[in-house]
């Protein structure tokens, strides 16, 4: 008997470590890459793409987007019925949908969400068709436009709807704390602007429970580190993996494994109105443009396996993207050399710094080493700078800058060029127009006119005038749109990978 007893006593220990082992495993947090700080978790005040991956997990928009089917899709909108003047949006509200805080959705809260987002510069190129916002009853929104406005989708999907109760509890403060503010999958429980954020599961998530529970962002700015990471099972998801060791890491991967083209730019911007009156030339604007070896470029950021870009938006992505009928300024070091010996610099000419952020061995810092390089060629001396993204970008949308490397990602419509070129983005554009030697006028003109009718091929002819103009200037230049390879951990499904808006609450253990 004492035998027996021993025995289900060590059974039952044996169970009850099991069980422990299980609650632990359950617990253990599933790990994710931010390649920098996360500035804020108010996404009105970052447009970053590493802050949005992790607030896309926290807040959710009247519509969604669906990257692999590449269209927007009803979220917190159930239903949008549009006036037979195109002018009037009512929208009913999914039913049933709380905030992370327990407090119910209502269409105050969208009021509140938009007329906040319509209060910040940063945001003109989304809100400003918008003449009114009013809630109809606890369910309804209406929302009326100033006219006609095609790309209103990407609007219901790029404004976050959040809970007024709580931002408006948490002050000033907000999006420094941890906060429920948002109806999404997942809400932040702890966050430290250096090291990275940890999420957990919103158990009362309108759609259902998240499969995974908690989940951890960690600051990994090195790519080299990241990989190292990755292969020691310290990241579970692992986004933008080094390409220069791709082949070894698909393979490695196996079916974990996915390189998709992404919907992305980096371009080079030349800043005009820099101190260094030497830019404010056009011909030494162009020898700048046509020194450039995309090629290079690919080589150095992607291993190769890059596109050389000449369109600011892929077509693939974006069905109104001007193809041709504009500059692109081909690799011609002969012609930079004869452009700078007719601007007045036959021995050569200094032009400042090239200005980027990320860290020293980043897509951008060797995206400008190869600028560097490019120019020095041609006999144009440039310097390199390369710090945090929460230092450079405010100087870039300043226009403190003299030559700068720049990313943009995440376009669906043409008509985002907006933020770029026109003058109502304030805190947005890297080069501004208005005011300048160009006729600015006409291209803010060209912008509004493409967003005024739905006929796509009407507003490729637009935005194709408009593209013309812009690299005519010779200030914004295409050079590159890189892959996304992603790889993951066995212990996850991701379902299908998309290169950017990836939702965790389609991922499921395994």
């Known amino acids: 008997m004492k035998t027996k007893s021993l025995g289900l006593g060590l059974t039952m220990a044996a169970l009850l470590a099991a069980g422990s082992m299980s609650a632990r495993a359950q617990d253990k947090p599933v790990k994710f890459r931010t390649v920098a700080s996360i500035s804020s ?43 037979k003047d195109g002018l009037v949006y009512t929208i009913t509200l999914q039913p049933g949908v709380k905030f992370q805080n327990g407090e119910p959705l209502k269409a105050s809260d969208v009021v509140f969400s938009y007329k ?76 430290n602007i250096a090291s990275g954020a940890k999420l957990e599961g919103f158990k009362d998530y309108w759609r259902g429970a998240p499969a995974l529970h908690n989940i951890e962002y960690i600051v990994i700015p090195d790519d080299t580190s990241a990989l190292i990471a990755y292969q020691n099972h310290e990241l579970d998801y692992l986004e933008d993996a080094p390409l220069s060791a791709w082949k070894d890491l698909a393979k ?91 601007a007045g610099y036959p021995k050569g000419v200094d032009v400042g710094t090239i200005l980027t952020y990320g860290s020293s061995t980043s897509n951008n810092a060797k995206m400008a080493q190869v600028l560097q390089a490019n120019l020095a060629a041609v006999g144009i001396n440039a310097g390199v700078k ?38 109502e983005s304030k805190g947005m554009y890297v080069v501004k127009y208005q005011g300048g030697p160009f006729n600015w006028q006409e291209m803010e003109k060209l912008v509004d006119l493409g967003a005024s009718t739905a006929n796509t ?27 996304v390879g992603i790889v993951w951990s066995k ?15 389609t991922f499921a253990k395994r």
């Open 386 to 423: 390369v710090m945090e993204a929460s230092f450079v970008t405010p100087k870039l949308y300043a226009q403190d800058y003299d030559i700068c490397i720049f990313a943009d990602s995440m376009n669906y419509d043409f008509n985002n060029i907006r933020q770029q070129v026109h003058s």
């Open 116 to 191: 906040r987002a319509m209060k910040n510069p940063r945001f003109n190129y989304l809100t400003s068709p918008i003449a009114d916002v009013a809630a109809v009853n606890d369910g309804t929104v209406k929302i009326t436009l100033k006219k006609p406005y095609a790309p209103i989708a990407h609007t219901f999907f790029s404004v976050k709807i959040m809970s007024e109760k709580e931002v408006t509890n948490q002050g000033a403060k907000f999006g420094t704390l941890p906060h429920k503010a948002g109806t999404g999958a997942y809400y932040v429980t702890s966050y």
């Open 457 to 483: 091929a009407k507003r490729l002819e637009t935005y194709t005038k408009l593209w013309s103009m812009v690299m005519d200037t010779a200030t914004i230049l295409p050079c590159l749109h890189r892959p």
């Open 252 to 342: 490695t991967a196996g079916d974990n494994a996915k390189l998709i083209k992404g919907n992305n730019i980096m371009f080079m911007a030349v800043n005009y109105l820099s101190p260094r009156k030497e830019l404010a030339n056009l011909k030494v604007r162009e020898a700048i443009f046509y020194a450039v070896n995309k090629h290079d470029i690919n080589l150095a950021v992607c291993d190769g396996y890059g596109a050389e870009a000449t369109q600011y938006m892929p077509s693939e992505y974006v069905a109104t993207s001007p193809v041709k009928g504009f500059q692109t300024y081909a690799y011609n070091p002969a012609q930079a050399k004869k452009l700078l010996a007719e």
């Open 41 to 83: 978790l108010d996404w009105e005040q970052s447009t970053n793409t590493r802050d949005m991956k992790v607030w896309h997990q926290m807040f959710e928009g009247l519509y969604g987007m669906d990257e692999a089917k590449n269209g927007y899709y009803n979220e917190l909108g159930k239903k949008f019925d549009l006036s």
């Open 491 to 505: 212990n996850i499904s991701i379902g299908q990978p998309v290169p950017t808006y990836y939702k965790i609450r």
